[in-house]
């Protein structure tokens, strides 16, 4: 209630004052994951924004079950506004009706607002701020892993049309993401819609140099299955559990949408089996392998020299399919410390194809030129 009343406070302050900013950074409150509750996706940006003096604003969408930023504006007074209009707005297409809800807050809450640039995670709406400053410019930052038609990006009919027709601009991690958009496009419009500035730093003090017991394994349990896909997915995890001596300790951590997909209770019963803490960089420090079916935290853990071990079935292989990933070992291999040394050095200069150092240069340069 204390965020809906801050919320309610600055949406009407903003009604009465008139506020210009170079930057609306927008997202779901999902993605606060940091120690702190930050948004790591973006906070390298804040940075660079504060150093170079350009003014901006964070708007947090709100997310049941989520922690909260306190640095940002809570947009739930607008969100939950939103919320009622596409309801009462039922027989339009969801795109042409995010935009005459953007045109209707254009005329009356933000009628004092004015901004150049709207950068946002997960195309979080992408149609309503179009249409509430219709000469800025939409930046769709990536927040995963991109393999072909994935839907955030491709439909049936080919480029997602919420990219095209708000001429969405792409912000993409590296070379090889960059890629997989314009080989699936048979247009151009990833070819020129799609910049590289790198990805956001990650923790440099983790130097595992064998493996210690300790299997970090980043569970995929979301909404976003359905329920035999989740029950699939919890077999083969309690596979692998099995299939490992007793002296392996296994730490599971919850995909950050997890809403009790699936019931776990007797997984964690095993006696190896235990909840990871709630930050990656932690878990990366006490863990120097990793197991998954195809999390993101597959490249991150690449990049510190940490390998993994995919367990998927063939609907999911991500990373054996689209991004050949070069290890096919089990647990039992990286007890041998050459293999370990020699896999650490593999997958770090793969992962490095896909995820390069975030470029302050390329990010100003986008927001100047496109």
């Known amino acids: 209630m204390y965020r809906f009343c801050l919320s309610f406070y600055y949406f009407f302050c903003l009604f009465l004052k008139q506020r210009r900013y170079d930057i609306v950074f927008y997202y779901p409150q999902h993605f606060n994951r940091g120690k702190k509750g930050e948004n790591d996706f973006f906070k390298h940006y804040y940075k660079v924004c504060k150093e170079k003096k350009l003014s901006y604003i ?60 709207f950068i946002v995670l997960s195309k979080s709406m992408l149609s309503v701020f179009s249409a509430i400053q219709p000469s800025c410019r939409i930046f769709d930052n990536q927040h995963g892993i991109i393999y072909p038609n994935k839907s955030n990006y491709f439909k049936s009919e080919g480029v997602s049309k919420h990219l095209v027709k708000n001429d969405v601009y792409l912000l993409i991690f590296g070379d090889e993401f960059r890629n997989i958009l314009i080989k699936e496009d048979s247009t151009d419009f990833m070819k020129a819609n799609s910049y590289i500035i790198g990805s956001p730093p990650l923790l440099n003090n983790v130097n595992h140099r064998a493996f210690n017991n300790n299997v970090l394994v980043t569970l995929q349990f979301t909404h976003d299955h359905n329920t035999d896909e989740n029950l699939k997915l919890l ?7 099995h299939s490992a001596s007793n ?57 510190l020299g940490i390998p993994t071990i995919l367990i998927n079935g063939s609907q999911f292989n991500f990373f054996e399919r689209d991004f050949n990933y070069p290890l096919q070992y089990s647990i039992a291999d990286f007890h041998d410390n050459i293999i370990y040394k020699r896999g650490s050095v593999i997958v770090k200069q793969w992962a490095k194809q896909f995820y390069q150092p975030f470029c302050e240069e390329s990010f100003l340069k986008v927001l100047k030129n496109v």
């Open 58 to 117: 964070i708007f947090e969408e709100p997310y049941s079950g989520s922690v909260r930023n306190k640095e940002t504006i809570p947009f739930d007074l607008i969100f939950f506004l939103i919320v009622i209009l596409r309801k009462l707005f039922c027989n339009q297409d969801i795109l042409e009706k995010d935009r005459r809800i953007g045109k209707f807050l254009a005329a009356t809450i933000f009628r004092n607002i004015e901004f150049k640039n």
């Open 247 to 303: 002296n392996i300790t296994f730490h599971l951590k919850h995909h950050p949408r997890f809403n009790n997909e699936v019931d776990l209770s007797e997984t964690l019963k095993l006696s190896n089996v235990k909840l990871a803490p709630n930050h990656i960089n932690d878990c990366f420090k006490i863990c120097s392998l990793h197991v998954t079916a195809y999390s993101t935290s597959t490249f991150e853990s690449a990049l």
């Open 235 to 241: 077999e083969e995890l309690h596979n692998c559990i």
